[in-house]
């Protein structure tokens, strides 16, 4: 007897059942052939429902878990144990955080069953079926449609109702009456980095001269911007939205499409850098689509009009305050917007789909829980961004303030000596920058892919590294912003002189990954908090703006990882002198 | 010289077949005994939405495949643990078999070696 067959039958007690019981019995018509028989369905008992289910439910709800709940308790804390006061209304916040997080699992799981499957089919079929200018049209409407699906997208209007019309109008208008053309001239923008960023995959274009092709005029214009009195005020927005805009929603399907189209032509497999570039210039071309929206507004709208018009607005809201219509009460407000958000994009894809290539969706059923899944989590999401997100930003943003500097909410502010106080300030957003990057999934996705594209002389840890050090040192030089009442473009303005001459300086690689990491660290849930933050900081301060600080975390990372992509190509280049030296040296000896 | 040529014998292969993201916790398990050289890899699998019906969104179509050689005397030990890590007895979660091997081969180090050259 074999050892093995000992211990077979010592240790297990084994039971034994003949797969052909699984199998199902083979129908046979009378002539002796087999027929078609549908899949039997499996029943299933309630504790087996529950098993399959938990898995699936808690590493999706544990994914986004992992991205909200250390920055709550950190805020939390910070406020409790440094500003020495509780967190106001923290049940509803608790709440709003929960749906926040049961939101984002629902629209990211609706996004990969719903939304990516026609990006895919669109991106791999569409290229065959039309020219390229019709490609192109479709990739520009697409990115438009995306735009508006982008759940941090909605921060902005909710960030708009904090802004005072009196000392800031132009600001005002773009935020509340004017919000739909923002998010439109915002969504013109990434349309047109779809098309450029399609034809650049086609005709392997380099990235650095589009980079100074596109920051230039959007650099005059803030500069043009930054002169006018009135008009300065926008500048921190403009640069603000930029950030907003390259989500979870815009990068994978605007990209879906590009590869798509690159691979129709035979040219997706030769450059593995084709992902990169699209991130970069769909945060450019918005920024100055909404500056030229402000100079068009300037030169049409008095101030005097929106003021008086702003009153309207804001006695139209306290009435539906008092008295409001069954569409602005909280649920049916937010189902209002995730369906406006989701549905259009949905329709133009199906339409493109069904009338353009004439092709079916496979798995039917699976897109519609998809897309039905995507409007569901987004509705949620919306719900908890405005209890949850932008309430905690804003309270601790306003309450930071206590620090250095006195503030009606905090009795005994300030509480420590203005250097301490904004030694605090500055800290606090330092390490929230800091934590929110390194919590961010893309981040970790950018870092693998840059690893192997530099064959590992680019650690995915040094990446991550320099994109988190970079945002939270840009956080922190925007909340300085706001202390000292300094203008964004002084920081703006110095930070990408230094980029576009690293840029000159550094290899195609470290262009393309550089530009890219600001994109990846602006999730949804880090957008709205930082943007409420700014906001409640910049009232409890009395600045005009709270706008700014994601513009300055956009530019950091870049700076932050250029340089030390520079570094490291010089590094492998010292130790291949090193090598070669090395190498000349021990070949002489053999030669005699 | 004639080249001495080692194949082992007594090899069995265990195959499992599991939910896309389950594959790196069977070889976790199977490190944590001390069984190295498992390979993952990428597949999809069909028919099992259609029978789950709607509980069928939860089941990731998209699945890993571990395969990993051990010693015939172990197999049952492995078996059982790979089924217990993989929750092999959840509806769709997956299924594993084990395959006989005619042959095997792989670097056998020279100690071992010594004590089977005569």
């Known amino acids: 007897m074999r050892f093995g067959d000992f211990i077979q039958a010592m240790s297990v007690d084994s039971q034994r059942v003949p797969f052909q019981e699984l199998m199902p019995e083979p129908l046979f018509d009378r002539h002796g052939n ?41 805020l939390g804390l910070f406020q409790y144990l440094v500003l020495q006061t509780p967190v106001m209304d923290a049940s509803i916040i608790a709440g709003g955080l929960l749906a926040v997080m049961v939101g984002l699992m629902m629209f990211m799981e609706g996004l990969k069953l719903g939304l990516m499957p026609f990006g895919e089919v669109i991106g791999n079929t569409l290229p065959r079926k039309l020219p390229l200018a019709g490609v192109l049209f479709i990739a520009f409407l697409l990115g438009i449609g995306v735009t508006f699906a982008e759940p941090a997208i909605g921060a902005l209007q909710v960030a708009g109702s904090i802004v005072d019309p009196e000392k800031a109008p132009y600001l005002f208008t773009l935020l509340n009456d004017r919000s739909g053309a923002t998010v439109l001239l915002v969504g013109l923008g990434v349309g ?31 500069v043009i911007a930054f002169m006018d009195p009135e008009l300065t005020k926008i500048v921190g927005l403009a640069w603000d ?22 691979s129709a032509a035979g040219k997706g497999a030769d450059s593995s850098l084709s992902g990169f570039g699209i991130v970069t210039l769909a945060s450019v071309f918005p920024i100055l689509g909404v500056l030229l929206l402000s100079f068009y507004t300037a030169y049409t709208v008095p101030p005097e009009v929106i003021i008086a018009k702003a009153a309207e607005i804001k006695a139209a809201a306290a009435l539906a305050a008092a008295q409001p219509q069954w569409f602005e009460v909280t649920p049916w407000n937010e189902v209002i917007l995730g369906v406006r958000a989701i549905v259009p994009l949905v329709i133009f894809l199906a339409i493109v789909l069904m009338l353009v290539l004439r092709e079916k969706m496979k798995n039917a059923g699976m897109t519609y829980y998809g897309v039905f899944l995507a409007v569901a989590g987004m509705c949620i999401f919306n719900v908890g961004l405005t209890y949850g997100l932008a309430k905690l930003g804003d309270q601790s943003g306003g309450l930071i303030a206590a620090a ?19 030694g605090i300030a500055a800290l606090f957003a330092w390490v929230l920058g800091l934590g929110a990057t390194l919590a961010e999934p893309a981040l970790n996705a950018l870092g693998m892919t840059v690893q192997n594209l530099t064959n590992g002389a680019f650690k995915k840890s040094m990446l991550m590294g320099a994109v988190a050090f970079g945002v939270a040192t840009g956080i922190m030089l925007g909340v300085l912003k706001l202390i000292y009442d300094f203008h964004i473009m002084y920081i703006l303005i110095p930070g990408y002189t230094i980029g576009l001459i690293l840029t000159l300086l550094s290899t195609e690689e470290f262009v393309n990954v550089g530009w890219d990491s600001a994109g990846v660290t602006t999730g949804p849930v880090t957008v709205p908090l930082v943007l409420a933050m700014g906001l409640g900081f910049g009232n409890a301060l009395g600045s005009t703006e709270g706008f700014g600080i994601l513009a300055a975390a956009s530019i950091c990372p870049i700076v932050a990882v250029l340089t030390l992509g520079i570094y490291v190509q010089f590094k492998v280049k010292r130790e291949e002198r090193r090598t070669a030296r090395e190498l000349a040296r021990t070949e002489v000896p053999q030669g005699v | 010289m004639k080249r001495t040529f080692t194949t082992l014998t007594d090899a069995t292969l265990i195959t499992a077949v599991v939910q896309h993201g389950f594959g790196e916790v069977i070889t976790d398990a199977l490190l944590e005994v001390g069984i190295q050289g498992a390979t993952l890899h990428s597949a999809m699998g069909v028919g099992i939405r259609e029978r789950l019906g709607a509980v069928g969104v939860a089941v990731d179509a998209e699945r890993d495949v571990v395969s990993v050689m051990v010693s015939s005397d172990e197999v049952d030990r492995v078996f059982e643990r790979i089924f217990l890590a993989g929750k092999m007895d959840t509806p769709g979660m997956g299924f594993m078999y084990a395959t006989p091997l005619m042959q095997a081969a792989t670097y056998v180090p020279p100690s071992i070696l010594a004590k089977y050259t005569d």
């Not at chain 1, 309630?46 to 938990?54: A, S, T, Y």
């Not at chain 1, 650095?208 to 092709?213: C, D, Y």
């Not at chain 1, 250095?404 to 420590?416: E, N, Q, R």
Request: hydrophobic residues 50%; proline residues 9%; aromatic residues 8%.
């Open chain 1, 404 to 422: 250095f500097t006195a503030i009606d909410a905090v009795d005994a502010s300030p509480l420590y000596s203005v250097s301490v106080g904004v």
């Open chain 1, 241 to 262: 939205c930029g950030a907003v805009t390259t989500g979870p929603v815009t990068v994978p399907l605007v990209l879906a499409l590009g590869i798509g189209v690159a």
């Open chain 1, 34 to 74: 087999e027929y078609p028989q549908p899949v039997p369905k499996m029943k299933l008992g309630g504790g087996e429902v529950v098993k399959i289910l938990q898995p699936y439910l808690s590493t999706r709800f544990m994914d986004q878990a992992r991205a909200v709940v250390p920055l709550a308790i950190y």
């Open chain 1, 192 to 222: 047109l980095a779809a098309v450029l960023g399609t034809v650049r995959f086609l005709r392997g274009w380099s990235l650095k001269p589009l980079i100074f092709i596109s920051l230039t005029p959007t650099l005059i214009l803030s």
